[in-house]
C-alpha cells in the first residue's frame, strides 16, 4: 500500500509499506480520503513541533471497513461498510472514568499526531474497533472526512453554549472557522457573524449562512453596531492576542469568548474587558466522544451546504506540493483531502 510518510520538516514522500493486519479489537479499514488539517500544514513545516520525522499523518479520515480483527466479529461491524474513525483513543481501563469528557484523559492517544501509531494519509491504516464511527451507505462518501472537524466545531459551540443565543461571531473564517459556522447553524443559532481577512474565505462563510466582514475595512464593534450590537458569545478560530481582542470587543458585557483556535500559545490580553466587564474565556480541545458521534449524524443527515467545506481533492502523489502550497497561504477558501481511493 501508499503511505505519506513524513521523511523530514517539508518533505512527505510516498512509500511503498505493507498492509497492516487488525489486532484483537482493531479493524482495517481501507481510506477513501483524508483531510488536511492546520496542524498537519504547522506539523509539516516543523511550526508547531506536533508531528516528527517519520511519521504518517492523519486524522480527519473515511473510508471503508476492509477486515476486522479478532473479537470485533459481534460489533456489528461490517466488511464494505463506510465508516469515520475517532482519533481520540483511551485506553480501555480510562473509558469509565472519563465518560462523556474522554478529551481529558492524559493517558489518551491521538490518532494521526501520536508519532508512533501509522495514520490515515495511507491507503490502510488500523484502528481500535471502539473508535470506529459507522456511515451510512448513501451520503457523498469524502464527507465523512469532515466529521472530526466538525466535531472539534460543535464542541466548542456547546463549551461556550452559544445555542442559548441567536446571535454569535466567529473571528477567522479559515477551516475551523468554517466549521464553526456550519455547527453554529446547525444548533440553531440563527444570526452567524464572520470575520475574516480573505475575501474567498468571506465568500464561502457566506454560502454557510454567515454574514461576513472583512475585520481590516472597519472595526469588528462598529460593524456589529448597524447589526444589532455586540454579540453574546464570540468563539475565536484563529486563537492569536489581536483576534482575542477582536473577540473580547465584539461581546457585549458578561459575554463569553471561546478559544479554539490555537494560533500563539501566549497572549496578550486586555484584562480588564473580562474583569470589570465580566466576561467569561472558556478553551476547548478535540471533542467527547458524544460530541463526535454526534457531529457524525450531522454530517450524515446535513444538506448541500457540509459540502461547501471541501475546496479541493487531491492525490497522494500531489500531497507534497500541496501541503507546501497550503503552507505558503495559496489562497484555498477551505479544506484539501488527500484521495486514495483513485
Ligand atoms: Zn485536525
Redesign the pocket.
Known amino acids: 500500500m501508499r503511505a505519506l510518510v513524513l521523511r523530514k520538516m517539508g518533505e512527505l514522500v510516498l512509500e511503498e509499506r505493507e498492509i497492516p493486519s487488525p489486532g484483537e479489537g482493531e479493524v482495517l479499514l481501507r481510506v477513501v480520503a483524508t483531510?488536511i488539517?492546520?496542524?498537519?500544514i504547522h506539523g509539516y513545516t516543523g511550526a508547531n513541533g506536533r508531528r516528527v520525522p517519520g511519521q504518517v499523518m492523519g486524522?480527519?479520515s473515511v473510508g471503508t471497513v476492509a477486515a476486522l480483527g479478532p473479537g470485533v466479529e459481534g460489533s456489528g461491524l461490517a466488511v464494505g461498510q463506510p465508516a469515520t474513525f475517532n482519533p481520540v483513543v483511551l485506553p480501555v481501563e480510562d473509558a469509565e472514568a472519563f465518560a462523556g469528557r474522554e478529551q481529558h484523559s492524559p493517558n489518551k492517544t491521538v490518532i494521526?499526531v501520536a508519532p508512533e501509531i501509522p495514520a490515515a494519509f495511507a491507503d490502510y491504516l488500523v484502528v481500535p474497533a471502539r473508535n470506529i464511527v459507522p456511515l451510512p451507505d448513501d451520503m457523498p462518501i469524502e464527507r465523512g472526512a469532515l466529521v472530526?472537524?466538525l466535531a472539534?466545531a460543535l464542541h466548542a459551540v456547546r463549551r461556550v453554549r452559544a445555542a442559548e443565543h441567536s446571535r454569535a461571531l466567529v473571528v477567522g473564517g479559515g477551516p475551523i472557522g468554517q466549521s464553526v459556522v456550519l455547527a453554529l447553524r446547525l444548533e440553531g443559532v440563527r444570526t452567524v457573524f464572520v470575520s475574516e481577512v480573505d475575501p474567498a474565505r468571506r465568500a464561502l462563510c457566506e454560502r454557510l449562512g454567515a454574514t461576513a466582514m472583512d475585520p481590516e475595512a472597519g472595526s469588528i464593534l462598529a460593524f456589529l453596531e448597524t447589526h444589532g450590537g455586540p454579540v453574546p458569545v464570540a468563539l475565536d478560530a484563529v486563537g492569536i492576542s489581536v483576534t482575542v481582542a477582536d473577540a473580547l470587543n465584539a461581546t457585549e458585557f458578561g459575554g463569553s469568548v471561546c478559544l479554539v483556535g490555537m494560533g500563539a500559545r501566549r497572549l496578550d490580553l486586555d484584562a480588564y474587558r473580562i474583569s470589570t466587564e465580566e466576561r467569561t474565556i472558556v478553551g476547548s480541545f478535540t471533542y467527547s466522544a458524544a460530541d463526535f458521534a454526534d457531529a457524525a449524524a450531522l454530517v450524515a443527515g446535513g444538506g448541500d451546504e457540509i459540502g461547501e467545506l471541501i475546496s479541493r481533492e487531491v492525490a497522494p502523489e500531489d500531497a507534497d506540493a500541496t501541503f507546501t502550497a497550503l503552507a505558503g497561504r495559496d489562497g484555498t477558501a477551505g479544506k484539501v483531502l488527500v484521495r486514495f481511493d483513485r
Open positions: 483531510g488539517c492546520g496542524s498537519d486524522h480527519e494521526g472530526e472537524p472539534v
